[in-house]
Each structure stands twice: as C-alpha cells, then as structure tokens.
C-alpha cells in the first residue's frame, strides 16, 4: 500500500500500526519531499520515493506513476493536499482502491460545503456571518475557506472584515467566535460492516502544535454525531472532527475527512483506529482493535519524541 507525505505523525503512527498487526504482510511503499534518510517512516516501509511536496502542482502525477510502477493495489490519502491533489486524478473503480470517503474532495476544498453537509444532517455549526449580517463591531473568527492546519485562521474585528476587498472576504468563512475547550473526536467508522468506535480528545499540552499530553474519553452525544457522519460519508475508515462551545451550546467547528494527527495516541490506549482502517479495507478482523473500553474518567495520555540513527 501506498503512505504519501512520510514525513507527518500520522503516516508514522500508520505505518507503526500496520507492522504491528501484520508484520511483513503488507507491502508498503512510502513518499516524501524528503529522502529516507529523513523521513523514519521509511524505516518501516519496504521502499521509500522522493516525489515532489504535496501542496506542489507536480505531486499528483508522480503518484499516480508510482502507483503503476510500483504496482500498488491500495492507496491511504491521509492529509488534506493529497485529498484535493488526487480527487480527480484517482477515481473510485480504478486500478488502486483509494481509501478515502465519498465527496472527500468537495468537502476538503471548502468549509462552508462541509457545514451544510453538517446542518442537512441537524448537527450544529457555528453560526455563519455573510458581509451584511456581520455584527456593527466586536470580534469574528474567520479562516480560510480551503484551510488546514489552522493556518490564516485567525480573530478579527467586524469592521476590519468589511473593509477587506470582496476577493479575499469572499475566499474566507466568517463565524462567531466559539469557546474552548476544543474536543477532537476520532472516528473509526465501516459504513459496509456497521463497526463503529469513536473516542474524544482533549489537548491538554501543546507544543508548537503538536499536542503533547491529552485526555481521552467516551462521549455518547460525540459518538452518536461521529456514527451519523460515518452512515452520511459511506465512511470506510478514521475521520476526525472538532468541537468547540458556542454562545447556544456544543457545535462542530471543523469536520476532516482524514485521520487526526494525534490518532496514535488512541492506539496507546489499546484503540488502534488506524490499524482499523486497514482491517476494513482489507478484509481483516477489525473488532479486536476497536474494543478496549476507556475508563468513563477518562485518560491520560503523553507523547515523547523518539531518535532515530538513520540508514
Ligand atoms: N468559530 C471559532 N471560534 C474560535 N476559534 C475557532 C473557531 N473555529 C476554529 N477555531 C480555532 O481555529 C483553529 C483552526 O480552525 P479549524 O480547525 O476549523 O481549521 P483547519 O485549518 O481546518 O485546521 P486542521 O488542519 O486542524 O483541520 C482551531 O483549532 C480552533 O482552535
Ligand atoms: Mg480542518
């Protein structure tokens, strides 16, 4: 199988996953910007690719010819450039089982599409501002309607949105400002099967973005919204979506149709959602590694670099 961008946490913990459960079984093919010699992942993989970076225009033509080359039967887009970088260069029936969720692309490449998919199915968003509904003053959130990674997401004031030029308040989302904590829910869902398991996340540290300690735990009203998107996405895999509070109770603030960064860390308490991911689409058993129950407290759970002498 195929693990793009190497380099990320989540591909890592992936790649981790699969050897864990399967061992040598499953033949994987990593790529990166980076060489192996800087990319761990490559250590676990059986062949490591130095292709151009994924938000680059290059990226998904090299994929597809390492997909014919290197005879690849299975394909896990597992952050949000590889998602609109192959949406419509790999079609669902082809030759490489893509394992991603139905209307992935549309839902990745705009935010305001992923809120009324959200809404049509009665789960609440935050409120959303167009120009002439935005409040006389006092602070909005706005972030990019194709964002990731939290970036040019940011607080404004009302009045500076509106004398923004219409072309960049029309690429924006412009919503009332919500409150912390933020949740992030990991969402294992086999829409074919029925298996379901979904575990919240809370950051407790962060550490130049990286979430370093957390609390998980089971939330039946989160695990009930994760099932219903899960049924809606005809999902076969690991998702992940956020909460945050507003001024009228819990809302989804960000709905990803990819793994968490931090989904390893459900792994560390016996929940493998990654390795689940797998098991789905490959015909494996898939309960075992969803089945450990979390403490109704919840738990902790730390992270730690590691070091690697590299090949
Ligand atoms: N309405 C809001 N009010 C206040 N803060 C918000 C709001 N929406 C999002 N945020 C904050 O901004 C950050 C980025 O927002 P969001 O998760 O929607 O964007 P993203 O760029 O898709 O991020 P990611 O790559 O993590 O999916 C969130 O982690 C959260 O802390
Ligand atoms: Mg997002």
New binding site residues.
């Given amino acids: 199988m195929l693990l793009c961008a190497a380099e990320a946490g989540v591909v890592d913990a992936m790649a981790r996953s699969i050897r864990r459960v399967w061992n040598a079984d499953i033949r994987i093919v990593t790529t990166d910007s980076h060489p192996a010699s800087l990319v761990t992942a490559s250590l676990l993989s059986d062949r490591h690719v130095q292709v151009p970076a994924i938000d680059s225009p290059a990226f998904a033509g090299h994929v597809l010819e390492i997909i014919r080359s290197q005879a690849i039967t299975d394909y896990a887009p597992l952050n949000?450039h590889e998602i609109l970088a192959l949406d419509s260069a790999l079609r669902p029936g082809g030759d490489v089982a893509v394992w991603s969720c139905a209307r992935a692309g549309e839902l990745t490449r705009n935010?305001n599409a992923a809120y009324d998919f959200l809404i049509d199915l009665g789960i609440r968003v935050?409120r959303r501002f167009a120009v002439d509904e935005l409040p006389e003053s006092g602070p909005v959130?706005v972030?990019?309607l194709k964002?990731?990674?939290?970036?040019?997401?940011r607080?404004m004031q009302a009045e500076d949105v509106r004398d923004l030029s219409p072309a960049v308040r029309d690429s924006l989302i412009i919503?009332?400002?919500?409150?912390?904590p933020?949740i992030t829910v990991d969402s294992f869902h086999d829409h074919v099967t029925g298996h379901h398991r979904s575990l919240a996340r809370e950051r407790l540290i962060t550490k130049s973005g990286v979430c370093v300690a957390a609390r998980l735990y089971e939330d039946d009203k989160l695990s009930d919204i994760a099932f219903r998107i899960g049924e809606a996405l005809h999902q076969r895999g690991t998702i992940c979506f956020?909460t945050?509070r507003?001024e009228t109770g819990p809302v989804i603030?960000?709905l990803?149709l990819r793994p968490?960064?931090g989904t390893s860390m459900d792994a560390a308490a016996g929940l493998d959602l990654l390795a689940a991911m797998v098991a789905c689409r490959t015909g494996a058993p898939v309960a075992p590694l969803i089945a450990a129950r979390v403490p109704k407290e919840g738990i902790h759970i730390t992270r730690q670099y590691h070091d690697h002498v590299m090949p």
């Fill in positions: 949000d935010k935050p959130f972030k990019p964002g990731n990674r939290s970036r040019g997401s607080l919503q009332e400002v919500c409150e912390s933020e956020q945050m507003s603030t960000d990803n968490g960064a």
